[in-house]
């Protein structure tokens, strides 16, 4: 059944998606990186993502590091590819309560 939910459709055009030039000049822009937007792709779910990442960077058996706490479906999604998930707890800062990477410099 297609129903239309009023989101434009880029089946069979990505490269007049706007999302993809709006990536790379965002990128560009934040953090001194160029891109063509022809090699950007969009995902709709963030496991699926990681899983295409996994499949492009690593092999079944390979390690994986995350950082945790993190979202639990990464752990999961890991080790269901084949992966082994290394967890590295991010240290906290008693007084604060929160990651010492989140502190302001």
Known sequence: MEEDLGYPSWGGRPAENPLRTAFAERMRT???????????REFTD?????????NV????GDGVVVHTPAYPPFLETIAGMGRRPH??????RPQLGRPASARSP
Do not use: E, F, K, N
């Open 87 to 92: 967890a590295v707890p991010i240290p906290q």
């Open 46 to 54: 963030i496991d699926q993502s990681l899983q295409a990442v996994l």
């Open 57 to 60: 960077a690593t092999r079944p």
């Open 30 to 40: 934040h953090h001194g990186r160029r891109l063509d937007p022809a090699h950007v």
